[in-house]
Protein backbone atom coordinates (compact mmCIF):
# COMPACT_ATOMS: atom_id res chain seq x y z
CA UNK A 1 0.00 0.00 0.00
CA UNK A 2 1.52 3.38 -0.73
CA UNK A 3 2.80 5.12 2.17
CA UNK A 4 1.28 8.65 1.14
CA UNK A 5 -1.20 9.78 3.73
CA UNK A 6 -4.10 12.51 2.43
CA UNK A 7 -4.56 14.65 4.95
CA UNK A 8 -7.39 17.21 3.69
CA UNK A 9 -11.10 16.73 2.51
CA UNK A 10 -10.76 16.97 -1.13
CA UNK A 11 -13.91 19.57 -1.80
CA UNK A 12 -13.15 23.15 -2.68
CA UNK A 13 -13.47 24.63 0.25
CA UNK A 14 -15.84 27.75 -0.49
CA UNK A 15 -18.21 25.48 -0.96
CA UNK A 16 -18.31 23.72 2.27
CA UNK A 17 -21.89 23.90 3.56
CA UNK A 18 -20.61 25.55 6.47
CA UNK A 19 -20.67 29.07 4.52
CA UNK A 20 -24.02 28.82 3.53
CA UNK A 21 -26.50 31.30 5.26
CA UNK A 22 -29.31 28.38 6.45
CA UNK A 23 -26.73 26.37 7.55
CA UNK A 24 -27.39 24.80 10.87
CA UNK A 25 -24.31 23.64 12.59
CA UNK A 26 -23.95 20.45 14.87
CA UNK A 27 -24.05 20.78 18.74
CA UNK A 28 -22.46 18.53 20.70
CA UNK A 29 -24.53 16.33 22.63
CA UNK A 30 -25.82 17.07 26.11
CA UNK A 31 -27.58 13.74 26.23
CA UNK A 32 -25.30 10.95 28.36
CA UNK A 33 -23.48 8.62 26.24
CA UNK A 34 -25.12 5.52 24.79
CA UNK A 35 -24.42 2.53 23.24
CA UNK A 36 -23.84 2.87 19.70
CA UNK A 37 -27.01 1.00 17.90
CA UNK A 38 -26.46 -1.37 15.33
CA UNK A 39 -29.23 -2.73 13.63
CA UNK A 40 -29.24 -6.37 13.43
CA UNK A 41 -28.97 -8.36 10.47
CA UNK A 42 -32.34 -9.32 8.72
CA UNK A 43 -33.09 -12.89 8.99
CA UNK A 44 -34.22 -14.67 5.39
CA UNK A 45 -37.71 -15.93 5.69
CA UNK A 46 -36.89 -18.83 3.38
CA UNK A 47 -33.20 -19.68 1.65
CA UNK A 48 -32.28 -22.26 -0.69
CA UNK A 49 -28.50 -22.90 -2.02
CA UNK A 50 -29.52 -20.76 -5.11
CA UNK A 51 -32.47 -18.09 -3.63
CA UNK A 52 -33.13 -15.88 -1.07
CA UNK A 53 -36.60 -14.88 0.23
CA UNK A 54 -36.64 -11.50 2.43
CA UNK A 55 -39.91 -9.16 3.62
CA UNK A 56 -39.05 -6.07 4.19
CA UNK A 57 -41.97 -4.05 6.16
CA UNK A 58 -41.97 -0.12 6.46
CA UNK A 59 -43.80 -0.05 9.57
CA UNK A 60 -44.46 2.93 12.08
CA UNK A 61 -42.98 3.19 15.30
CA UNK A 62 -41.56 4.65 18.33
CA UNK A 63 -38.30 5.16 19.32
CA UNK A 64 -36.22 6.25 22.55
CA UNK A 65 -33.67 8.75 21.31
CA UNK A 66 -33.35 11.34 24.08
CA UNK A 67 -34.55 10.91 27.75
CA UNK A 68 -38.06 11.36 28.50
CA UNK A 69 -40.81 11.14 25.47
CA UNK A 70 -40.08 8.33 22.91
CA UNK A 71 -39.97 10.32 19.11
CA UNK A 72 -42.43 8.91 16.56
CA UNK A 73 -41.03 7.37 13.37
CA UNK A 74 -40.57 5.16 10.63
CA UNK A 75 -38.62 2.34 9.86
CA UNK A 76 -38.03 -1.18 7.88
CA UNK A 77 -38.49 -4.30 10.16
CA UNK A 78 -38.11 -2.07 12.78
CA UNK A 79 -38.82 1.61 14.58
CA UNK A 80 -36.51 3.50 12.86
CA UNK A 81 -33.96 3.40 10.46
CA UNK A 82 -34.27 -0.44 9.64
CA UNK A 83 -32.30 -4.39 9.58
CA UNK A 84 -29.03 -4.62 7.73
CA UNK A 85 -30.03 -6.81 4.88
CA UNK A 86 -27.19 -8.82 2.87
CA UNK A 87 -27.64 -10.00 -0.44
CA UNK A 88 -25.13 -12.64 -1.81
CA UNK A 89 -24.48 -11.58 -5.40
CA UNK A 90 -25.77 -14.20 -7.91
CA UNK A 91 -28.28 -15.43 -5.63
CA UNK A 92 -32.02 -15.14 -7.17
CA UNK A 93 -33.60 -12.41 -4.39
CA UNK A 94 -37.03 -12.46 -4.09
CA UNK A 95 -38.18 -9.97 -1.75
CA UNK A 96 -41.91 -9.19 0.08
CA UNK A 97 -42.64 -5.25 0.03
CA UNK A 98 -44.76 -4.82 2.61
CA UNK A 99 -46.79 -1.08 3.62
CA UNK A 100 -47.53 -0.71 6.91
CA UNK A 101 -47.20 3.29 6.91
CA UNK A 102 -50.17 5.45 6.87
CA UNK A 103 -49.39 6.48 3.30
CA UNK A 104 -47.92 5.29 0.56
CA UNK A 105 -44.47 4.77 -0.15
CA UNK A 106 -41.96 3.32 -2.40
CA UNK A 107 -38.54 1.04 -1.62
CA UNK A 108 -35.55 2.24 -3.54
CA UNK A 109 -32.48 0.17 -3.83
CA UNK A 110 -29.75 3.09 -3.67
CA UNK A 111 -26.64 1.39 -5.26
CA UNK A 112 -28.32 -2.20 -6.40
CA UNK A 113 -27.79 -2.85 -10.01
CA UNK A 114 -31.11 -3.94 -10.57
CA UNK A 115 -33.61 -2.98 -13.68
CA UNK A 116 -35.94 0.19 -13.37
CA UNK A 117 -38.45 2.09 -12.72
CA UNK A 118 -40.04 -0.51 -10.78
CA UNK A 119 -38.06 -3.26 -8.67
CA UNK A 120 -35.41 0.06 -8.82
CA UNK A 121 -38.09 1.42 -6.18
CA UNK A 122 -38.14 5.33 -7.29
CA UNK A 123 -41.50 7.26 -7.41
CA UNK A 124 -42.80 4.84 -10.53
CA UNK A 125 -43.24 2.13 -7.93
CA UNK A 126 -45.74 3.18 -5.13
CA UNK A 127 -46.87 0.42 -2.70
CA UNK A 128 -50.36 1.77 -0.93
CA UNK A 129 -50.72 1.28 2.77
CA UNK A 130 -51.63 -1.68 3.59
CA UNK A 131 -50.42 -3.81 0.44
CA UNK A 132 -47.59 -5.46 -0.66
CA UNK A 133 -45.99 -6.23 -3.37
CA UNK A 134 -43.03 -8.49 -5.07
CA UNK A 135 -40.00 -7.88 -6.63
CA UNK A 136 -37.25 -10.72 -7.73
CA UNK A 137 -33.57 -9.63 -9.11
CA UNK A 138 -30.59 -11.46 -9.68
CA UNK A 139 -27.72 -9.44 -8.39
CA UNK A 140 -24.06 -9.35 -10.42
CA UNK A 141 -22.54 -6.53 -9.02
CA UNK A 142 -19.41 -6.76 -7.09
CA UNK A 143 -19.51 -6.77 -2.69
CA UNK A 144 -20.57 -3.47 -1.65
CA UNK A 145 -22.44 -1.01 1.00
CA UNK A 146 -25.78 0.44 -0.43
CA UNK A 147 -28.85 1.12 1.02
CA UNK A 148 -32.73 1.29 1.06
CA UNK A 149 -34.44 4.28 1.26
CA UNK A 150 -38.13 5.58 0.51
CA UNK A 151 -38.40 7.54 -3.06
CA UNK A 152 -42.12 8.52 -3.58
CA UNK A 153 -41.69 12.29 -5.34
CA UNK A 154 -41.71 14.90 -4.06
CA UNK A 155 -42.13 13.35 -0.51
CA UNK A 156 -38.38 11.54 -0.59
CA UNK A 157 -37.37 13.97 1.78
CA UNK A 158 -39.80 13.79 4.42
CA UNK A 159 -40.17 10.22 4.52
CA UNK A 160 -36.61 9.43 4.27
CA UNK A 161 -36.00 12.34 7.60
CA UNK A 162 -38.88 9.65 9.27
CA UNK A 163 -36.29 7.30 9.45
CA UNK A 164 -37.15 5.07 6.52
CA UNK A 165 -33.13 4.15 5.60
CA UNK A 166 -31.77 0.93 5.70
CA UNK A 167 -28.26 -0.50 5.09
CA UNK A 168 -27.77 -3.43 2.50
CA UNK A 169 -24.99 -5.27 1.86
CA UNK A 170 -23.98 -7.29 -1.62
CA UNK A 171 -21.66 -9.78 -0.76
CA UNK A 172 -18.96 -11.65 -2.86
CA UNK A 173 -16.27 -14.21 -2.99
CA UNK A 174 -13.64 -11.22 -4.13
CA UNK A 175 -13.90 -9.31 -0.84
CA UNK A 176 -14.42 -12.51 0.93
CA UNK A 177 -10.97 -13.45 0.30
CA UNK A 178 -9.69 -9.98 1.10
CA UNK A 179 -7.75 -9.22 4.66
CA UNK A 180 -10.75 -7.26 5.87
CA UNK A 181 -12.93 -7.32 9.42
CA UNK A 182 -16.50 -8.90 8.47
CA UNK A 183 -17.77 -9.99 11.94
CA UNK A 184 -21.08 -7.66 12.13
CA UNK A 185 -21.49 -5.51 14.93
CA UNK A 186 -18.05 -6.55 16.17
CA UNK A 187 -15.49 -5.08 14.17
CA UNK A 188 -17.18 -4.61 11.34
CA UNK A 189 -19.49 -1.65 12.12
CA UNK A 190 -22.02 0.43 10.14
CA UNK A 191 -21.71 4.40 10.65
CA UNK A 192 -25.28 5.35 9.36
CA UNK A 193 -24.75 9.62 9.65
CA UNK A 194 -28.14 11.86 10.16
CA UNK A 195 -29.13 14.78 11.74
CA UNK A 196 -32.19 15.97 12.99
CA UNK A 197 -33.84 18.93 15.21
CA UNK A 198 -36.17 17.63 18.59
CA UNK A 199 -38.75 19.95 18.93
CA UNK A 200 -41.49 19.28 21.58
CA UNK A 201 -41.55 15.87 23.39
CA UNK A 202 -38.48 15.36 21.11
CA UNK A 203 -40.86 14.66 17.99
CA UNK A 204 -39.31 15.76 14.89
CA UNK A 205 -41.27 18.37 12.65
CA UNK A 206 -40.14 18.52 8.62
CA UNK A 207 -42.38 20.44 7.98
CA UNK A 208 -41.23 23.15 10.45
CA UNK A 209 -37.84 22.82 9.97
CA UNK A 210 -38.34 22.92 6.01
CA UNK A 211 -35.77 24.51 4.27
CA UNK A 212 -35.56 24.08 0.10
CA UNK A 213 -31.97 23.71 0.24
CA UNK A 214 -32.14 20.52 2.62
CA UNK A 215 -33.47 20.05 6.26
CA UNK A 216 -30.71 19.85 8.82
CA UNK A 217 -31.00 19.60 12.66
CA UNK A 218 -28.05 20.68 15.32
CA UNK A 219 -28.06 17.02 16.65
CA UNK A 220 -26.52 14.43 15.10
CA UNK A 221 -27.56 10.71 15.38
CA UNK A 222 -25.08 7.49 13.93
CA UNK A 223 -27.56 4.35 13.75
CA UNK A 224 -30.27 6.47 15.23
CA UNK A 225 -28.04 6.84 18.78
CA UNK A 226 -27.75 10.08 20.24
CA UNK A 227 -24.53 10.36 21.65
CA UNK A 228 -22.90 7.03 21.29
CA UNK A 229 -19.86 5.08 22.31
CA UNK A 230 -18.40 1.86 20.90
CA UNK A 231 -16.61 -0.33 22.80
CA UNK A 232 -13.72 -1.65 20.96
CA UNK A 233 -12.14 -5.28 21.31
CA UNK A 234 -10.44 -6.18 18.37
CA UNK A 235 -7.50 -4.09 16.97
CA UNK A 236 -8.65 -2.93 13.70
CA UNK A 237 -12.51 -2.09 12.96
CA UNK A 238 -14.27 -1.62 9.53
CA UNK A 239 -16.67 1.07 9.53
CA UNK A 240 -19.05 0.98 6.58
CA UNK A 241 -20.27 4.54 6.70
CA UNK A 242 -23.15 5.84 5.09
CA UNK A 243 -24.45 9.54 4.43
CA UNK A 244 -27.84 9.19 5.29
CA UNK A 245 -28.33 12.63 5.92
CA UNK A 246 -31.25 14.34 3.46
CA UNK A 247 -28.76 18.00 3.25
CA UNK A 248 -25.73 17.42 5.57
CA UNK A 249 -22.34 16.80 3.93
CA UNK A 250 -20.37 15.42 6.92
CA UNK A 251 -16.08 15.97 7.40
CA UNK A 252 -14.97 12.99 9.42
CA UNK A 253 -11.55 13.05 11.79
CA UNK A 254 -10.39 11.01 14.16
CA UNK A 255 -8.77 12.74 17.66
CA UNK A 256 -5.14 12.92 17.27
CA UNK A 257 -5.72 12.71 14.14
CA UNK A 258 -5.59 9.34 13.86
CA UNK A 259 -4.69 7.75 10.20
CA UNK A 260 -7.49 5.35 8.37
CA UNK A 261 -7.40 3.58 5.11
CA UNK A 262 -10.31 3.69 2.51
CA UNK A 263 -10.67 0.64 1.03
CA UNK A 264 -14.39 0.92 -0.08
CA UNK A 265 -16.41 3.53 -1.56
CA UNK A 266 -20.46 3.37 -3.14
CA UNK A 267 -20.05 1.12 -5.61
CA UNK A 268 -17.55 -1.52 -3.81
CA UNK A 269 -14.23 -1.86 -2.72
CA UNK A 270 -11.56 0.38 -4.31
CA UNK A 271 -8.64 -0.89 -6.58
CA UNK A 272 -6.20 0.44 -4.00
CA UNK A 273 -6.91 1.76 -0.53
CA UNK A 274 -5.79 5.30 0.29
CA UNK A 275 -4.43 6.22 3.65
CA UNK A 276 -5.92 9.60 5.14
CA UNK A 277 -6.71 11.77 8.34
CA UNK A 278 -9.83 13.46 6.89
CA UNK A 279 -12.58 12.35 4.66
CA UNK A 280 -15.37 14.10 3.25
CA UNK A 281 -19.14 12.35 2.74
CA UNK A 282 -21.97 14.32 0.46
CA UNK A 283 -24.98 12.65 0.95
CA UNK A 284 -25.99 9.11 0.39
CA UNK A 285 -21.98 8.21 -0.32
CA UNK A 286 -20.58 6.06 1.26
CA UNK A 287 -16.73 5.20 2.60
CA UNK A 288 -15.51 1.82 4.09
CA UNK A 289 -12.78 2.23 6.13
CA UNK A 290 -10.41 0.15 8.26
CA UNK A 291 -9.00 1.74 11.47
CA UNK A 292 -6.22 0.19 13.62
CA UNK A 293 -6.24 0.93 16.82
CA UNK A 294 -3.13 -0.38 17.84
CA UNK A 295 -1.54 2.22 19.04
CA UNK A 296 -4.23 2.48 21.99
CA UNK A 297 -4.32 0.34 25.58
CA UNK A 298 -7.43 -0.19 27.18
CA UNK A 299 -8.93 2.57 28.76
CA UNK A 300 -8.31 5.02 26.20
CA UNK A 301 -10.70 6.73 24.28
CA UNK A 302 -10.53 7.78 20.76
CA UNK A 303 -13.14 10.14 19.23
CA UNK A 304 -14.56 10.63 16.12
CA UNK A 305 -15.17 14.00 15.02
CA UNK A 306 -17.72 15.65 12.31
CA UNK A 307 -16.02 19.10 12.00
CA UNK A 308 -15.50 20.08 15.48
CA UNK A 309 -18.54 17.78 17.01
CA UNK A 310 -17.68 15.07 18.47
CA UNK A 311 -19.34 11.90 17.25
CA UNK A 312 -18.60 8.73 18.35
CA UNK A 313 -16.37 7.77 21.11
CA UNK A 314 -14.08 4.60 20.84
CA UNK A 315 -13.60 2.89 24.09
CA UNK A 316 -10.52 0.76 24.11
CA UNK A 317 -10.63 -2.25 25.44
CA UNK A 318 -7.77 -5.71 25.67
CA UNK A 319 -7.44 -6.87 22.53
CA UNK A 320 -5.43 -9.07 20.51
CA UNK A 321 -2.68 -7.86 18.44
CA UNK A 322 -3.16 -8.32 14.96
CA UNK A 323 -0.27 -7.32 12.09
CA UNK A 324 -2.52 -7.59 8.95
CA UNK A 325 -1.01 -5.89 6.30
CA UNK A 326 -3.56 -4.91 3.31
CA UNK A 327 -2.69 -5.41 0.04
CA UNK A 328 -1.45 -2.80 -2.43
CA UNK A 329 -4.02 -4.21 -5.17
CA UNK A 330 -7.16 -5.08 -3.60
CA UNK A 331 -9.65 -5.91 -6.80
CA UNK A 332 -9.80 -5.00 -10.27
CA UNK A 333 -12.11 -2.13 -12.05
CA UNK A 334 -14.00 -2.89 -15.24
CA UNK A 335 -13.40 -0.10 -17.20
CA UNK A 336 -14.15 -0.46 -20.61
CA UNK A 337 -13.70 1.82 -23.52
CA UNK A 338 -15.98 4.48 -24.89
CA UNK A 339 -18.43 3.46 -27.41
CA UNK A 340 -17.28 5.28 -30.72
CA UNK A 341 -19.53 8.01 -32.11
CA UNK A 342 -21.39 9.11 -29.20
CA UNK A 343 -21.20 12.47 -27.68
CA UNK A 344 -20.70 13.36 -24.10
CA UNK A 345 -23.82 13.73 -22.80
CA UNK A 346 -24.24 16.87 -20.80
CA UNK A 347 -25.96 17.48 -17.29
CA UNK A 348 -26.59 21.23 -16.10
CA UNK A 349 -27.35 21.21 -12.13
CA UNK A 350 -28.22 24.62 -11.43
CA UNK A 351 -29.31 26.93 -9.04
CA UNK A 352 -30.84 27.26 -5.41
CA UNK A 353 -33.86 27.26 -3.30
CA UNK A 354 -36.97 26.38 -5.13
CA UNK A 355 -35.31 27.18 -8.43
CA UNK A 356 -33.08 23.79 -8.90
CA UNK A 357 -33.27 22.58 -11.86
CA UNK A 358 -31.66 19.30 -14.25
CA UNK A 359 -31.04 20.61 -17.68
CA UNK A 360 -33.59 23.73 -17.47
CA UNK A 361 -36.08 21.74 -16.33
CA UNK A 362 -37.68 20.68 -13.32
CA UNK A 363 -38.63 16.72 -13.08
CA UNK A 364 -41.55 15.61 -14.36
CA UNK A 365 -42.71 11.75 -13.70
CA UNK A 366 -44.41 11.36 -17.44
CA UNK A 367 -41.61 12.73 -19.16
CA UNK A 368 -38.29 10.77 -20.05
CA UNK A 369 -35.58 13.24 -20.83
CA UNK A 370 -32.74 11.27 -22.25
CA UNK A 371 -32.15 7.62 -23.93
CA UNK A 372 -28.72 5.20 -24.00
CA UNK A 373 -28.74 2.37 -24.95
CA UNK A 374 -28.30 -0.61 -23.09
CA UNK A 375 -24.11 -1.56 -23.45
CA UNK A 376 -23.01 1.61 -24.81
CA UNK A 377 -20.52 3.43 -22.86
CA UNK A 378 -21.00 6.86 -22.12
CA UNK A 379 -18.78 9.93 -20.76
CA UNK A 380 -21.29 12.40 -19.06
CA UNK A 381 -20.35 16.01 -17.97
CA UNK A 382 -21.94 16.73 -14.68
CA UNK A 383 -21.73 20.31 -14.22
CA UNK A 384 -23.31 22.77 -11.18
CA UNK A 385 -23.41 26.19 -12.17
CA UNK A 386 -23.67 27.50 -9.20
CA UNK A 387 -21.06 30.50 -8.02
CA UNK A 388 -18.02 29.38 -6.14
CA UNK A 389 -19.04 31.69 -3.30
CA UNK A 390 -22.55 30.74 -2.30
CA UNK A 391 -23.53 27.64 -4.15
CA UNK A 392 -23.36 24.25 -2.88
CA UNK A 393 -21.67 21.41 -3.65
CA UNK A 394 -24.61 18.57 -5.44
CA UNK A 395 -24.42 15.17 -5.38
CA UNK A 396 -25.25 13.40 -8.34
CA UNK A 397 -26.85 10.07 -8.38
CA UNK A 398 -27.97 7.71 -10.74
CA UNK A 399 -30.08 4.74 -10.38
CA UNK A 400 -29.22 1.32 -11.87
CA UNK A 401 -25.82 1.75 -12.61
CA UNK A 402 -22.47 2.38 -11.14
CA UNK A 403 -20.30 5.06 -12.80
CA UNK A 404 -16.27 5.57 -12.62
CA UNK A 405 -15.17 9.25 -12.34
CA UNK A 406 -12.81 10.30 -15.02
CA UNK A 407 -12.40 13.89 -14.00
CA UNK A 408 -13.07 16.91 -12.31
CA UNK A 409 -12.32 19.69 -14.47
CA UNK A 410 -10.27 18.17 -16.48
CA UNK A 411 -7.76 17.05 -13.46
CA UNK A 412 -7.65 13.95 -11.88
CA UNK A 413 -11.00 12.51 -9.54
CA UNK A 414 -9.97 12.85 -5.80
CA UNK A 415 -7.74 9.74 -4.45
CA UNK A 416 -10.64 8.07 -3.07
CA UNK A 417 -12.70 8.35 -6.27
CA UNK A 418 -11.15 5.26 -8.36
CA UNK A 419 -14.05 2.61 -7.63
CA UNK A 420 -17.02 2.44 -8.44
CA UNK A 421 -19.77 5.59 -7.57
CA UNK A 422 -23.26 5.97 -7.70
CA UNK A 423 -22.77 9.33 -6.42
CA UNK A 424 -20.57 11.98 -6.74
CA UNK A 425 -20.17 15.73 -4.97
CA UNK A 426 -20.07 18.40 -7.76
CA UNK A 427 -18.37 21.25 -6.67
CA UNK A 428 -19.86 24.98 -7.69
CA UNK A 429 -18.32 25.84 -11.03
CA UNK A 430 -16.99 22.54 -11.46
CA UNK A 431 -17.69 19.57 -14.63
CA UNK A 432 -17.17 16.28 -13.52
CA UNK A 433 -16.78 13.77 -16.17
CA UNK A 434 -18.16 10.04 -15.84
CA UNK A 435 -18.54 7.02 -17.53
CA UNK A 436 -21.41 5.36 -17.73
CA UNK A 437 -23.04 2.02 -19.14
CA UNK A 438 -26.02 0.64 -18.05
CA UNK A 439 -26.13 -3.24 -17.98
CA UNK A 440 -29.75 -3.66 -17.62
CA UNK A 441 -32.97 -2.15 -19.33
CA UNK A 442 -35.05 -0.09 -17.81
CA UNK A 443 -35.95 3.75 -17.06
CA UNK A 444 -34.08 5.37 -14.10
CA UNK A 445 -34.20 8.51 -12.51
CA UNK A 446 -30.67 10.70 -11.60
CA UNK A 447 -30.52 13.30 -9.66
CA UNK A 448 -29.16 15.82 -6.75
CA UNK A 449 -28.97 13.78 -3.86
CA UNK A 450 -29.64 16.65 -1.46
CA UNK A 451 -33.44 15.40 -0.90
CA UNK A 452 -35.08 18.48 -0.62
CA UNK A 453 -33.31 19.37 -3.87
CA UNK A 454 -34.96 16.12 -6.06
CA UNK A 455 -37.84 16.36 -4.10
CA UNK A 456 -37.80 20.40 -5.73
CA UNK A 457 -37.01 19.01 -9.17
CA UNK A 458 -33.39 18.90 -10.17
CA UNK A 459 -33.95 15.15 -11.71
CA UNK A 460 -34.45 13.65 -14.80
CA UNK A 461 -34.85 10.09 -15.83
CA UNK A 462 -33.30 8.14 -18.64
CA UNK A 463 -34.44 5.23 -20.77
CA UNK A 464 -31.81 2.83 -21.11
CA UNK A 465 -33.20 0.55 -24.43
CA UNK A 466 -32.19 -2.12 -26.25
CA UNK A 467 -32.29 -2.76 -29.93
CA UNK A 468 -34.90 -5.19 -30.00
CA UNK A 469 -36.83 -2.87 -27.42
CA UNK A 470 -36.63 0.48 -28.43
CA UNK A 471 -39.88 1.65 -26.67
CA UNK A 472 -40.41 -0.16 -23.53
CA UNK A 473 -43.69 0.79 -22.58
CA UNK A 474 -44.01 1.62 -19.03
CA UNK A 475 -46.74 2.63 -16.26
CA UNK A 476 -45.05 5.57 -14.98
CA UNK A 477 -47.02 7.83 -11.69
CA UNK A 478 -48.60 10.92 -12.44
CA UNK A 479 -49.11 13.65 -9.55
CA UNK A 480 -52.93 13.60 -9.90
CA UNK A 481 -52.84 9.87 -8.86
CA UNK A 482 -50.13 10.84 -6.12
CA UNK A 483 -52.10 13.71 -5.00
CA UNK A 484 -55.26 11.50 -4.51
CA UNK A 485 -53.73 9.36 -3.15
CA UNK A 486 -51.84 11.10 -0.13
CA UNK A 487 -55.29 13.44 0.40
CA UNK A 488 -57.29 10.18 0.86
CA UNK A 489 -54.48 8.47 2.82
CA UNK A 490 -54.19 11.68 5.01
CA UNK A 491 -57.49 12.78 4.99
CA UNK A 492 -56.48 16.24 4.13
CA UNK A 493 -58.57 18.24 0.43
CA UNK A 494 -56.10 18.34 -2.18
CA UNK A 495 -55.68 21.91 -2.28
CA UNK A 496 -54.77 21.80 1.43
CA UNK A 497 -51.86 19.04 0.78
CA UNK A 498 -48.74 19.50 1.54
CA UNK A 499 -45.45 18.15 0.38
CA UNK A 500 -41.83 20.08 0.84
CA UNK A 501 -40.85 19.70 -3.07
CA UNK A 502 -44.19 21.24 -4.44
CA UNK A 503 -43.36 24.43 -2.80
CA UNK A 504 -40.40 24.65 -5.06
CA UNK A 505 -43.09 24.24 -8.15
CA UNK A 506 -45.62 26.74 -6.83
CA UNK A 507 -42.94 29.31 -6.44
CA UNK A 508 -41.75 28.68 -9.41
CA UNK A 509 -45.51 29.11 -11.24
CA UNK A 510 -45.12 25.40 -12.67
CA UNK A 511 -47.02 22.47 -12.08
CA UNK A 512 -45.26 19.18 -11.25
CU1 LIG B 1 -28.34 19.85 -4.92
Same mark, same amino acid.
Request: charged residues 25%; negative net charge; aromatic residues 10%.
Given at each position: ?????? &???????????TH??????????K??Q????????LK???????D???????????????? !??? *???????????????????????????????? #?? &?? =???????? &????V?G???AP???????? $?????????????L????C?????????????????????E?? /??????????????? /??????????????? #????????????????? &??N????????????????????????? +??????? =????????? $??P????M?? /???????????I?????????????L???????? +? =?? @??? =???? +??Q??????? $???????P??P???????????????????????? $?????????????????????????????????????????????????E??????????P???????????L???Y?? +???? @??????????Q???? *??????P????????????????E??????????????????? !????
Open positions: MSDKVY &TDYFFDEPAFNDGGFVPLEEAAPQPLNIPPLPDKETATTYYTVAAQPGETQFLP !GAK *TKTWGYNNSVLGQTIVFEKGKHIHVTLKNELP #EL &TT =FHWHGLDV &TGPYDGCHVYPGKSSQ $IDFTLDQPAATVWHAHPPETGSQVYHGLAAMVLVKDQVAK /LPFPRNWGVDDIPLI /LQDRRFHDDNQWNYR #EDYDPDGVQGPTALVNG &TVPYFDVKTQRVRFRILDGSNRREWRL +HFGDNLT =FTQVGSDGG $IMAPVKTK /LMLTCAERAEIVDFGNYKPGDEVVYADNVPLV +H =FR @IHE =FAPD +HTLPEHLVD $INDPEVTGLVRKIVMSGMDEAVALNGKKFEMQR $IDARQKVGDVQYWDIVNSNDKEGGMVHPFHMHGTQFTVISRNGHEPYPNHGYKDTVGVNGETVRIKVRFKPGLMY +HCHI @IEHEDGGMMAILAY *TEDNLNHYKLMDMDTLMKAFSARGVPMDKLWMGGMESYAKM !GMKM
